[in-house]
């Protein structure tokens, strides 16, 4: 079994209205030292391992649904989630 | 400059079902050996360093604004930026 963790952001190029509008709303909290908010998607998932290229599912999945690949950039972590007695 | 990385997720006891939807559109694009789908938010932060406990202020900066403490949990990850000659 693998744990994976997948972040999802907006592109550079991208405006990101949201982490703006949360800056905005950080400083009107007395949080002024807060100098830039990214806001983006996350995702855990637990994936059997079922003999196949763990990264090469994940990219097709991140690819296909997690992340629009022209506005959003994704990266992942795979972890091996401790083998369970079956 | 603290770089700050922020993970919202509900509470195991919420029912997700976002991440049920995302599940099952994996597994129609033959990703069926997905076992657990959980959607959260992911904030990247950059916060200047006022010379208060950074750790309170990402605290704070959560239970008040970027967390919903009823029905999620957060955790946060802080690192030090490179030190910028100013």
Redesign the interface.
Known sequence: ?YNVKV???YKKSILDPQGEA?KT??HR?E?Q??????????????????GQNIDE?VN??CD???ANVNMETYRYEITEAAKVEE
């Open positions: 079994m972040y999802v952001t949360i709303a950080l909290m949080h030292d807060v100098m830039q908010v990214t806001v983006g998607k996350y995702f855990e998932m637990q994936i059997k391992d079922n599912q097709k999945m296909e649904l997690l």
